[in-house]
């Protein structure tokens, strides 16, 4: 892809029960290499880290998008993420003349789109867009943790864990939990059972 400009696209957080799916887009600079780029999920906490720095000093532009919880309730989670990945492509600062989303799925976007399945690990680009997307959404719920210290989103990230699921349970959905998703649904009936 001589002369192209790629900007590679992920997502996180398609199957936690509360928070945002946090999308990001990513254009490497060809002349400035970054190494030890993978699928986010293959690297550790600190690995991770490591690379979210260096992948903001040295790429060429970073784009973030998102969707809520109410959207994703509104639209569904694959909408939502499709979504947030557009948002994030928008947010660029420099334009790409090609997309390329980790997955089976297009986005809507002006530039021509390839989905890539397992881009994740075969693209340097998507690598780098989901290590950014990772991390973002990690530090959110470690955030979200301080608020709520009694849900434990620190050690699951909002995925349907026993200790989330046993959390659920004891004290009910909160407002950043995605009220479509099943397990939540089943917290919220008995919330309003144990109300009524």
Not at 65 to 79: F, H, K, W, Y
Request: proline share 5%; charged share 25%.
């Amino acid at each position: 892809m001589a002369n192209q400009i790629v900007a590679g696209v992920d997502e996180v957080g398609r199957g936690p029960l509360a928070g945002a799916v946090v999308a990001a887009a990513v254009i490497l600079d060809p002349n400035n290499p970054i190494q030890g780029l993978a699928d986010s999920k293959k690297l550790s906490e600190k690995k991770r880290e490591a690379l979210f720095v260096e992948i903001q000093e040295k790429a060429l532009a970073v784009g973030v998008g998102r969707a809520e919880p109410a959207e994703i309730d509104e639209l569904n989670i694959l909408q939502a993420s499709l979504v947030a990945m557009v948002r994030a492509v928008n947010s660029l600062e420099v334009t790409p003349t090609h997309v390329l989303v980790d997955g089976n799925q297009v986005i809507q976007v002006e530039q021509p789109c390839e989905a890539v399945v397992g881009g994740d690990h075969l693209i340097q680009e998507i690598s780098a867009a989901s290590i950014i997307a990772k991390v973002l959404r990690d530090r959110e719920m470690m955030e979200l943790a301080l608020e709520y210290p009694e849900y434990g989103f620190d050690k699951h990230k909002g995925y349907p864990t026993k200790v989330h699921m046993a959390a659920l349970e004891e004290h009910g959905a909160l407002e950043i939990h995605r009220k479509s998703f099943r397990p939540v649904q089943n917290a919220l009936k008995r919330a309003a059972l144990e109300r009524s």
